[in-house]
């Protein structure tokens, strides 16, 4: 299954996972009043996020707005370098830098497309 959301992932899409935890899972014991002490820690999520039964996922795709591909163009010409810094999956975002021409064939993935929290 991995092989092929890396594959929708590649093409583009934003891919989500569905989850459900019957009784609240391991997420039961947090509430309204100690949420932001319990999910300040984002090192704790692995451990909300255990005793839920994986249910699938969803792809989802945003279009890039049509006045941004002329707009990186613009600055390439300008002798502006683009890059891409994104909290979405690298496969998803090496798809999308090449959709709108920050990547362009033979150009060095690993200097033009960051991810990060």
Same mark, same amino acid.
């Given at each position: 299954m991995t092989e092929h959301i890396n594959k929708v992932a590649s093409e583009g899409y934003r891919v989500l996972?569905?989850?459900i935890a019957l009784d609240g899972g391991n997420m039961k014991k947090v509430t309204k009043e100690n949420c932001h002490d319990m999910l300040a820690d984002s090192n704790s999520y692995g451990e909300f996020e255990g005793g839920c039964s994986f249910l699938g996922y969803v792809c989802i795709k945003d279009p890039c707005r049509p006045e941004?591909? =002329?707009?990186?163009?613009?600055? &390439?010409t300008a002798g502006?370098?683009?890059?891409m810094?994104?909290?979405?999956?690298?496969?998803?975002?090496?798809s999308i830098a090449r959709e709108l021409d920050i990547l362009? =064939?033979?150009?060095?993935?690993? &200097?033009?497309?960051f991810t990060g929290a």
């Open positions: 996972g569905i989850a941004v591909k =002329p707009m990186i163009q613009e600055c &390439k502006i370098t683009v890059i810094i994104t909290g979405d999956a690298r496969e998803t975002a090496i362009t =064939p033979g150009q060095d993935v690993d &200097k033009s497309c």
